[in-house]
């Protein structure tokens, strides 16, 4: 009776939800452990047979410092963002487009469904411009070949989910000479979710959510207003690698997102719990 109450519990949510676009920002724990790849694609696949559309972006920041250490480069960062020069940018894209999307793909397609790896430099499906020079306690910054997003060719994606493909995105950007650009993963999913208008946006990550301690799991802000997120950062509970998270929803929220989730990629199933039933899982950021 017990997996019966589950299915009555998901039933409303699956109705709301049908034909619905379900942007997950794929990343953290989720992306690297096997079983968690494996049961996270699953998991998605499944979201496109009960109805909806489901579209991925991810992230591969650790892959890509691997890989730039094998080839004896060093890894800078200034503020969070990776100071890309031509070398780098090359291995950005081995990494992120030539291996990770590939691999995702390989994933859904296992568990019977169907999906396309793309860049975001593929017909110009995120053009961007590099980002400009920063003025950080009085020294001029150059971030390099990192990108900010100007457009999203909505068209390409719209294609392909009307065909009941699952896009697989790489935050790569393209400009108007036609070189790529690094870009943010989680400000990249921001972005094709507000230009798609999607209904959810969800980041997967490796905490819990929004918590009032960060060290006890038990203090999860289950649902937070965007009115309300200026007085926690204010008071230091939303703070460090959790603010570019946030500031992605909010800008995402405002470009007509319904809501945006962050949730814990380490926990089994945390993308149907927080989708199908009542209490989720995470933290919801709503309007």
């Not at 079983?35 to 998605?44: G, H, L, V």
């Not at 860049?119 to 001029?140: F, M, N, R, V």
């Not at 094709?192 to 929004?210: F, H, Q, Y």
Request: charged share 25%; aromatic share 4%.
């Amino acid at each position: 009776m017990k997996d019966i109450d589950v299915l009555i519990e998901a039933l409303p949510y699956i109705k709301k939800f049908h034909h619905k676009k379900i942007l997950i920002k794929y990343g953290g724990h989720a992306m690297i452990d096997e079983e968690a790849k494996s049961s996270t694609a699953r998991d998605i696949v499944l979201l496109k047979y009960v109805g909806m559309k489901p579209i991925i972006v991810h992230g591969g920041g650790p892959e890509i410092s691997r890989a730039m250490d094998k080839f004896g480069i060093e890894s800078k960062f200034i503020q969070g963002l990776r100071v890309t020069d031509e070398e780098a940018m090359k291995i950005i894209e081995m990494v992120l487009a030539g291996k990770i999307s590939s691999e995702i793909v390989s994933e859904i397609i296992k568990h019977d469904g169907d999906a396309i790896s793309l860049s975001g430099t593929d017909s110009s499906l995120i053009y961007a411009h590099k980002k400009p020079l920063s003025k950080i306690d009085e020294e001029i910054v150059d971030y390099g070949l990192v990108g900010e997003v100007d457009r999203i060719n909505t068209d390409l994606l719209e294609m392909f989910l009307d065909n009941d493909i699952i896009p697989v995105i790489s935050p790569i950007g393209i400009n108007e000479v036609g070189q790529s650009l690094n870009l943010n993963a989680d400000t990249a999913a921001g972005e094709v979710a507000g230009a798609l208008d999607v209904e959810k946006l969800i980041i997967l990550t490796d905490v819990p959510g929004v918590l009032r301690d960060p060290s006890d799991p038990s203090t999860l802000i289950q649902k937070i207003k965007i009115s309300e997120i200026p007085d926690l950062v204010e008071q230091g509970i939303i703070s460090g690698g959790m603010i570019p998270k946030i500031e992605t929803c909010v800008k995402a929220i405002e470009n007509g997102v319904k809501s945006c989730h962050i949730l814990d990629g380490r926990v089994k199933h945390s993308l149907l719990i927080e989708i199908f039933t009542t209490d989720g899982i995470g933290t919801m950021i709503y309007k």
